[in-house]
Structures are given as C-alpha cells and as structure tokens.
C-alpha cells in the first residue's frame, strides 16, 4: 500500500513538474488573452484584494458534490468541541465508504471531520450530522440557516455529504465565500491541507490511514481545499494556493482535466497579479 502511494504521489509530482516546464503548458488562450475555461462553472480570486481574475457562469446554481463537506465541517466545528467523543449512530452507515466505520465506535469529532475533508468518508460525514444535529434532517436545516447568515443566496443543501438530489445546489460564487470563512478557522484550514493522516478510535482499538483525495498538494504552495465528484455533479475543486503573498482560491464545477486544468488556471492566476488591474 505505501508503495501504491508512493508511485501515485510520484506520478502526480512528475505532471505537475512537466506542466510547469514545458512551453505547451502555457494555457490557451481566447480572443480576449484568457484560458479558455473547460467547467460548467468557474471563479478564481484573490482574497486579500478581492480581485476576480477569472470567472465562467459563476452565479449559476450547479449541483456540488462533496464540496457540500465543507459547510458540515463548519456547521460541526461551530457548534460542538473538537474533543468532543462521537459513537458511531448505525443509522449514519447507509453509504458506502473505505473506512468502514462500525456502529458503536466512539471517535473524536476532530478526525471524524478530518476524515471527511482529507478522504472524503461518507460514513463519517453522515456520522458527524447525526451526532450534530441529532438527525441527518436536522443536520441539513443547520446547514441552510448558516448558508442564509453568510449570505450565501444561491446555495440550499438536502443532505449533508454532497449526493446528487433536487434542490441540492450551489454557485461557484458562494463556494469561494463559504471556503474563506471555513478557512479562517484554524482546525479546518489545517485539515484542508493534509495529504495522509492517521486516526483512531478513543479506547485505540481500531487505527485507520486517510489519504487525501486533493492531487494538488504535491505542489507546497496549494494549501487545500476540497475535491468532489457525482455522476450528475462531475469533477468538483476548491483549490487555495499561498505564493508570493497572495493567496488564490479557484473554485471549478464539472471540471474537464481537473488537475491539469487547475494548475494552468492557478499559474495564470500567478502571471495576472503581476499585471495592475485596469
């Protein structure tokens, strides 16, 4: 298994080196000196300055897939301790997931959520909103009142993992709004950024390895942020990238080359900060 990782991580790394050195790896370019976009929607921004460098069809409601995780970790965090101990409720174990959680486990609230930010564990997205909201129903209405206080108009969610449903939506706008403020909190800006960590439950009897679904972090300066895919929703990323004092978030639904793409748009995010707006 290490060595899997080892050879996938190496291969991304290998991409990501040869992306940036050879010259096809300039993006394409439209008529008016912009990338050309392959995502049903898209939003890059500078967030110190709030300068909006790229966007396609960004106020457009889309579904989301997991990208929806990021508003249950900061539903969560906002509302209970990170030591707080969660069991495992058996009525939270109705999707599939690679880590297995057993009913009855009792796990820190902190790595339940690193496990859904960092892998993706539905079974630990589920077990966290049961354990919230005291219902997975309940969990979501928390969900929709914080999106109405951060002003977030064109966002309501019906599950709390991101599984493709009417009336589950979002825009590429209000996903960069949702992640800065997610962002600001320590733990969940941390958890973003994290390519493999270990978790156990409380008493130490069961150990599991997450290993981030985000390629991009190969690169040191890309510090997060979440990936996501449904049949329905497509490639999801909100990509957060720190270098040379500005802090880029892109934020792409139903990507097309989703980590060649966000690389080029992030570097052409790069070469734009240099160029003063008009």
């Known amino acids: ?57 960004a106020t457009r409601r889309l579904p989301l897939a997991s990208l ?6 900061l539903v969560a965090l906002e509302t209970a301790p990170l030591q707080e101990v969660v069991k495992i409720d058996g009525r939270a174990l109705i999707h599939r ?20 930010l960092v892998t993706s564990a539905n079974d630990a997205c589920e077990a966290v909103a049961w354990h919230i909201g005291g219902g997975a129903d309940k969990f979501v209405t928390l969900m929709n009142e914080r999106a109405r206080t951060l002003g977030l108009m064109n966002t309501h969610f019906t599950n709390a993992c991101g599984f493709d449903a ?64 449904t049949s329905k929703a497509g490639r999801c990323l909100i990509a957060s990238m720190f270098k040379d004092g500005h802090r880029l978030l892109l934020v792409g639904l139903n ?7 966000a690389t080029r748009l992030l570097r052409y995010g790069q070469m734009a900060l240099q160029t003063p707006s008009g």
């Open 68 to 73: 929806t995780k990021i508003m249950t970790a």
């Open 166 to 229: 009417p009336g589950h939506y979002s825009t590429a706008t209000d996903l960069a709004k949702l992640s800065q403020h997610a962002l600001d909190i320590p733990a969940i800006s941390m958890m973003v950024r994290t390519v493999v960590r270990d978790i156990s439950t409380v008493d130490g009897a069961r150990h599991l390895v997450l290993h981030s679904t985000n390629d991009l972090l190969i690169d040191p300066d890309v510090n997060g942020v979440k990936t996501g895919y």
């Open 1 to 57: 298994m290490i060595d899997l990782l080892r050879g996938k991580w190496l291969v991304v790394a290998t991409m990501a080196t040869t992306l940036t050195a050879l010259p096809h790896s300039v993006p394409a370019r439209d008529s008016a000196d912009r990338p050309i976009i392959n995502a049903s929607a898209l939003y890059l921004i500078e967030l110190q300055s709030g300068r909006v460098l790229l966007e396609k069809n």
């Open 97 to 116: 997931s690679s880590l297995h959680l057993q009913a009855g486990e009792e796990y820190l609230l902190r790595d339940l959520v690193t496990a859904m």
């Open 255 to 261: 990507v097309t080359d989703r980590w060649e793409q």
